[in-house]
C-alpha cells in the first residue's frame, strides 16, 4: 500500500507539473505555485507512510484548490482536472473498509431452562411417553 501511495502521488505531482507547464493560461502562476507545493505535501507524506497527515494534506490542497477556483485563478476545466487527480489519491490513500462480521443468533430457551445441544424428542428416543426405544409402551414396530 505504502508503495503504491507513493506511485499514484508521484504520478500525481509529475502530471500537475506538467500540466501548469503547458497551460499557464488555465492556473495563475501564484495558484500554480501553491498547488504545487500543497502536491509536494501530500506526496511527502503518503512516502513517509503517513496516511493520516497525507489525508490531511489532501484536505488542506482541495482548500486551496476551492479558493483558487473563487479567485479566478484557475479555468473550471483545469479546476476539473486537478479535482480529478486529488480524488484518484483520496481513494487510494482511504484504508479499505473493513468487512462487518455479523454474529451467529444463538438458540433461544426459554426461562430456568438450559439447552444442552442434544434433542431427544424425536422418533426412537426415550421421551418417557411410551413411544419411544426405551418407553414403557409399544414400540412403532409391533
Known amino acids: 500500500m505504502r508503495r503504491l501511495a507513493w506511485l499514484i502521488c508521484v504520478a500525481a505531482v509529475a502530471a500537475f ?22 502536491v509536494v505535501a501530500v506526496a511527502e507524506s503518503a512516502a513517509a507512510g503517513d496516511q493520516a497527515t497525507a489525508l490531511t494534506r489532501l484536505d488542506e490542497l ?12 484557475v479555468t473550471a476545466e483545469r479546476a476539473a482536472s486537478i479535482q480529478g487527480a486529488i480524488e ?10 473493513t468487512p462487518s462480521i455479523e454474529p451467529v443468533p444463538q438458540p433461544t430457551v426459554g426461562p430456568g431452562l438450559t439447552d444442552d445441544g ?10 418417557g411417553n411410551g413411544n419411544g426405544n426405551s418407553g414403557n409402551g409399544k414400540g412403532r414396530g409391533d
Open 88 to 97: 484518484v489519491v483520496r481513494a487510494d490513500l482511504q484504508p479499505a473498509p
Open 118 to 127: 442434544n434433542d431427544n424428542s424425536g422418533p426412537g428416543n426415550s421421551n
Open 17 to 38: 507539473l506538467a500540466g501548469c507547464a503547458t497551460a499557464p493560461l488555465t492556473l495563475s502562476r501564484q495558484a500554480s505555485t501553491d498547488l504545487q507545493a500543497g
Open 62 to 73: 482541495q482548500e486551496r484548490l476551492d479558493a483558487a477556483v473563487a479567485a479566478g485563478d
